[in-house]
DNA sequence: ATTATATTTAACCAAATGGTTGACAATAAT
DNA sequence: ATTATTGTCAACCATTTGGTTAAATATAAT
């Protein structure tokens, strides 16, 4: 499916990229459900859905049980854990710059507001 | 630049789509940069890492200073916050849902090792 | 004034994306 | 056995993407 550990994180961003796609991992968040069940909020073609389905399937998002003519689908978050732990690397770095920014406007603030008393 | 919220989504998660454009941002996370030093490690034209950077900006994620004929550009994480928070969501479902599967398993497990003393 | 450097723009290209329609396959219901 | 339902697949289409080259712009250096 998805090779390196860079593959992974390029096929789960592209995944939630689209917003039917996230929908879709909404509702599946509630639970398994069949596919046209899942394409039903969708102004789209069954065969659009099931394409949608096929990437959220190629990032590992949603995992597919076929019963007779019924697929149900299933979400799995794990691979969504990859992304999380690149993004909080970067909340992390945000929060530390932020802090950074907030001295740097402070003091910027004081040196214009206190140019009267220059001591 | 980005209407709603979702559309929003949808930049971010596709700017972070994308190998090259994930290896920029953690480069920006060391420091400000200009363009060519940007571009350095990529095996590719100045026009094609012109147009990474724009998809970039599109998302809020760099912000551009011109100085000159020298562009700086900087890591803005604000708009990796939305992101962040969808995906967290589903973190804790996950942690729900393999509490349920892990127990579903050792039950399961149980059923068939434990076949024996039927009680 | 000329030349070098930094960067964008426009025009192009191949491949991928997101959608459609229509035909097909498989299963369930009558 | 026929028909209805569930879903995929193949072929097509327009648009977007990620890259190129070549030209243009703007600034800095000589």
Redesign the interface.
Known sequence: MVNNQ?EQ??AV??A????TR?AM?ARL?QAPCGITELAAPFDMTLAAISKHIKVLEGAGLVVRNIQGRNHTCQ?D??P??G??E???H??Q??NQ?LDALTAALLAEDATTTDQTNSN
């Open positions: 860079n994180l390029d961003f592209h939630l990229a689209d917003p996230r991992i968040a979400l978050t794990r969504m854990v992304g999380i690149w993004l909080r970067y909340e770095f945000w710059r």
